[in-house]
């Protein structure tokens, strides 16, 4: 791993209205690593992430993906993100080959480089197999596949999962859970659950948050090692 972040967030916030859902959260990812997102529900988890994927303004703060300022130069910073959100639009009506088509023309690759990047999105994630596969008809560890797949298709240097394996059962957790930790070698991954499993699974660094505020950021072994107090303040799900 090199010391240049892939992302650099400094001091976000965000209102909704006068209701402060984060303040104050900086965090850095760096090439190589899953930064795990853990906080229970309402946290500020989806917030942070909306904002550090260039889909929520926030109130306050900066936000560098490559070195780009994610707010000077949303097209350009965002090139290099990949984006899952928590609860994805599905076009159950589509082949997985169309859906991986279109989320490539949206990430502006050339019609003639499309066929190559989806092919190499659907080898990546399993799914070599599910081209012509209506969504809809696929299962839920599948469809999250599908979600991963666009959200790499572009080859971005960073891809950010919200809740990733919500919803799964414990055979397709342990798939999607794998599946991340071999992204990770190519992209740089930050994910966010309520699960400590999750985190303790993938993650080499995690970030706790809880009403909006960074109550830990280190790496797992600091965690285990810190466990019982950080716990019983967060009170997140093991
Ligand atoms: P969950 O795991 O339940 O999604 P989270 O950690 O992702 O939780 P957020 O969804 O970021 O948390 O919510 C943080 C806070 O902001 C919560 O108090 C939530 O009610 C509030 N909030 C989130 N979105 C909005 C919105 N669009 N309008 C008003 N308040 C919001």
Avoid at 66 to 86: S, W
Avoid at 229 to 238: D, I, W
Wanted: with cysteine; proline share 5%; aromatic share 4%.
């Amino acid at each position: 791993m090199t010391d240049t972040p892939l992302i650099e967030a400094r001091g976000l916030a965000r209102y909704y209205g006068s209701h402060c859902a984060v303040q104050g959260i900086s965090l850095e990812l760096r090439p190589g690593e899953v930064l795990g997102l853990l906080g229970p529900n309402g946290a500020g988890k989806s917030t942070t992430l909306s904002m550090i994927s260039g889909n929520l303004a926030p109130s306050a703060g900066h936000i560098r993906i490559n070195g780009i300022d994610l707010l000077d130069d949303p097209r350009g910073a965002k090139r290099h993100l990949g984006y899952l959100p928590e609860h994805p639009p599905l076009y159950r009506d589509l082949t997985v080959d169309e859906f991986l088509h279109y989320a490539a023309r949206l990430h502006s690759i050339p019609r003639k480089a499309v066929n190559e990047a989806v092919d190499l999105a659907k080898s990546r994630t399993g799914l070599e197999d599910a081209g012509r596969a209506l969504i809809g008809v696929l299962s839920k560890g599948f469809q999250q596949r599908v979600g991963i797949a666009q959200a790499i298709v572009h080859q971005p240097a960073v891809i950010i999962l919200d809740e990733p394996t919500v919803g799964l059962d414990p055979l397709q957790i342990r798939e999607i859970r794998d599946l991340i930790r071999e992204l990770c070698h190519e992209h740089g991954v930050i994910l966010s659950t309520h699960i400590l499993a999750e985190v303790q699974a993938t993650c080499h660094r995690v970030m706790i948050i809880n009403r909006g505020h960074t109550v830990f950021t280190d790496t797992l072994q600091h965690l285990a090692d810190r466990r019982p107090s950080t716990a019983l303040k967060v009170g997140f799900a093991s």
